[in-house]
């Protein structure tokens, strides 16, 4: 995103830009061919991941290649994580700001420090307005500073949330279980095991007066017909 020409290429930040970016290459190269080497069919890996391949050699590609990481910053307990990224593309959007700004017509964005406190006047909402870019890039590099900012606070926001939540949660859930146990105790010296013995004895002896009083008030029918055939004969 920064232009080697930016650095002057005598000095050394230049060198160290671009052993940076060498390395950054090594890296990228590394992984493509350790991916490549555990799939089944290494070349169809690889040309089935052409954003992989090109961000070896072209680094604006590697912003692409990136994005699949971003996904997994937003889980729940990876706040420290998802800061520690955030504050990396904030040096980032601070630095490329300052590096096409400090040399432009009109630029009040001349120092890193003026790129630093901008960063932090901009991610934090607030703007002051006292400092701004005023070329393309900048500008570019100073909508993305403004999105990681709303979305930083959306970020924390919901966490915050999600934490008051969960305590409500596991709050509710202790006092729940504060009352049930209390009355699985009361239950248990209520009904032990010699009284629910007793108390079926109790019941079986009364279904069997029910059957005997069943069976005496309605008798079956055979004994109907053997009680009504002496009143006939007579």
């Known amino acids: 995103m920064i232009p080697f020409s930016s650095f002057g290429s005598d000095t050394t930040a230049f ?5 940076t970016k060498l390395a950054v290459s090594f890296v990228f190269a590394v992984d493509m061919f350790r991916r490549a080497r555990l799939a089944p069919q290494p070349w169809t890996y690889v040309w089935a991941h052409p954003i992989g391949l090109l961000a070896i050699g072209f680094p604006p590609i590697r912003v692409l290649f990136s994005i699949r990481l971003v996904t997994s910053l937003f889980r729940r307990g990876h706040l420290a994580k998802f800061l520690a990224a955030d504050f990396v593309l904030l040096v980032n959007g601070a630095l490329i700001v300052y590096f096409y700004e400090r040399d432009s017509a009109g630029a009040n964005i001349t120092s890193l420090g003026d790129a630093a406190w901008w960063a932090i006047v901009t991610v934090t909402t607030v703007g002051y307005g006292d400092l701004y870019p005023v070329t393309a890039a900048g500008q570019i590099a100073a909508a993305c500073v403004m999105c990681i900012g709303i979305l930083t606070l959306a970020v924390i926001t919901a966490q915050v949330s999600w934490s008051f939540s969960q305590q409500v949660d596991d709050r509710t859930k202790g006092s729940r279980t504060e009352i ?22 109790r019941l079986d002896g009364i279904e069997a007066q029910l059957k005997k009083l069943i069976h005496q008030y309605d008798p079956p029918h055979d004994q109907t017909l053997d009680a009504e055939q002496p009143q006939d004969d007579s």
């Open 15 to 19: 060198m160290v830009a671009l052993l």
């Open 180 to 201: 049930l146990e209390p009355e699985a105790e009361a239950v248990g010296t209520i009904l032990p095991t010699s009284d629910l013995a007793r108390l079926h004895g």
